[in-house]
């Protein structure tokens, strides 16, 4: 179980490849990689902020109850902080499990807890200038149905 935040860019076919070795006993590994967009060149750069050990200690506390809801055998999270150029890799998320819905079921939850509540804070800079960027209508529905879902 790692969970990690880096300035470095990162490979994710690399990540991939750690994360599957020596997994004789899993059915399923699923990932997912968020990219930096241009936004049609409206985004010349993302910046994302956070609070070293306190962000990751949040992170940790969600992948844990994905852990356990999900019956994972493992998880691997790394994010990137700092300036991130269009087309970088921004986040990595992997789960692995007995079975295929578990791992899938879980890489979405752990992105939609990324996404709408893991405390990052998050710049776009563009030609107009900086803004700061909350999450959507829709990233806050996402990570609500799982409210709503029955715990395994």
Known sequence: MTIRLTF??????ALLTEFCKGRSEVGAVATFTGIARAEAGQT???????????????????????KARFGLDDFAILHRVGKIAPGDPVVFVATAARHRRAAFEACDFLMDYLKSKAPFWKKEYGPNGARWVEPRAEDHADLARWEKETTR
């Open 8 to 13: 470095d860019a990162f490979d994710p076919g």
């Open 44 to 66: 010349t750069a993302l910046e994302l902020e956070a609070y070293p050990g306190f962000t990751e200690a949040e992170i940790g506390k969600t992948a844990e109850r994905a």
